[in-house]
């Protein structure tokens, strides 16, 4: 029950996009396209759950003093290895997250992963709490790009969806429509939370 | 200055283990990826060119020299039919909007531009980034390498444009000065 608990912190009440506010920088700039979002998300599980679960093992021979360079290589190794099987065998993603990949490593919400949770806990917690935080992720990523190219360039999954004579909003998809599509919907989804909280007590 | 050394060394341990795990995975990647970027530009070359041409790597001294004077050439391929030489492609880095495009272009020995593929890029989608589509790429086909190569650009996308037209158009000296004789 407990796990459940930490799972679901992760996707709905800490939400690192929406609620947290962190790892705003990936966010705003990879959520062009919907397959971007969701490869950037993806990356993103996979490294927040190997480095939680290797930090989480390794808290008791990590002494204080070096815990964060200690941190920065476990997480380095994950998003580097993460880096080249993209290279391998998803070019056209490993393409078009760019540098966002590499910069996985300073990506805020991993590192707030390691200090807040599995320094302090279990591996299983911590592999739990890798997979919740890495999924509310991915879901802010895949709603934010859903609307942003559904919107802004006709498509979804770089299907068109509307006949020729629509016109995209090609806003949305450059940098300006990443801030007014991210401000809308951190809106709606703490409304939305908040309702819920309010109803539960 | 014991607990510095005993730090030093636990950190000397996980930089250790941390290198030896990327040495792994770089051995279970590094052929696939060696593989896939030869398939990338021999499936550009073939479509620049048809299929019927067969492909090779310019002679290296040749290809190392202008590269050289020419840093963002990356490599030069000739198309040969038979024996004869039927044209060269130039594989260079240009500056895009959002960062470097990687360009495949295609000149027949006649002088004229056989084709031009975008192989790499990082533009926005829905605007630079449909300068990979066949019917920007296709505006290229044909034009003479006599004069500097221009073509209608991408609307919303002018960035993009200039970044190819300017790839394109260092390549066309590269053909006039060094290959084209």
């Keep these: 029950m407990k796990l459940f608990k930490i799972f679901k912190n992760g996707i709905i009440n800490d939400n690192p996009i929406f609620v947290q506010l962190i790892g705003m920088c990936s966010t705003l700039a990879v959520t062009t396209s919907v397959s971007n979002g969701l490869a950037m998300g993806l990356a993103v599980v996979a490294v927040l759950m190997g480095s939680n679960l290797v930090i989480s093992l390794l808290r008791n021979s990590t002494p204080e003093k070096i815990r964060i360079p200690a941190f ?35 990506n805020c919400i991993i590192f707030a992963r390691a200090e807040a949770f599995a320094f302090k806990n279990g591996p299983v917690a911590s592999l739990i709490d890798g997979l919740g935080m890495g999924l509310g992720y991915t879901l802010a990523l895949v709603t934010l790009s859903t609307v942003r190219e559904i919107f802004g360039a006709g498509s979804f999954f770089g299907i068109p969806l509307f006949g020729e004579s629509f016109q995209p909003a090609g806003i949305l998809v450059m940098p300006p429509g990443a801030f007014i599509v991210l401000g809308i919907l951190i809106g709606i989804f703490n409304v939305a939370r908040r309702k819920k909280a309010t109803s539960e007590i | 200055m014991k607990e510095t050394l005993k730090l030093g060394i636990i950190l000397f341990v996980f930089t250790v283990v941390s290198a030896g795990v990327l040495a792994v995975s770089n051995n279970a990647t590094k052929g696939k990826i060696a593989e896939l970027e030869m398939a990338g530009s021999i499936g550009a070359l073939q479509e620049i060119f048809g299929e019927d041409v067969k492909f090779q790597p310019l002679e290296e001294n040749k290809q190392n020299q202008i590269i050289e004077a020419n840093p963002s050439v990356v490599e030069i391929f000739e198309a040969l039919n038979g024996d004869s030489v039927v044209g060269y492609a130039i594989k260079n880095i240009s500056k895009g909007f959002g960062g470097d495009l990687l360009l495949m272009t295609g000149f027949n020995i006649d002088g004229t531009v056989s084709g031009m593929r975008v192989l790499e890029h990082s533009e926005t989608p829905g605007l630079g980034a449909r300068s990979e589509e066949p019917e920007f ?45």
Aim: net charge negative; aromatic share 8%; hydrophobic share 50%.
């Design chain 1, 72 to 106: 920065v290589i476990v997480i380095a190794t994950f998003v580097t290895i993460v880096e080249m099987f993209m290279k391998a065998y998803a070019q056209p993603i490993y393409q078009a997250l760019g540098i966002f990949l590499p910069l996985i490593v300073v």
């Design chain 2, 137 to 181: 790429t296709n505006r290229f086909i044909g034009l003479s390498t006599a004069d500097d190569i221009t073509v209608e650009a991408l609307s919303g996308a002018t960035g993009t444009t200039n970044g190819v037209l300017a790839g394109v158009n260092s390549a066309r000296e590269i053909f006039n000065s060094e290959l084209s004789n």
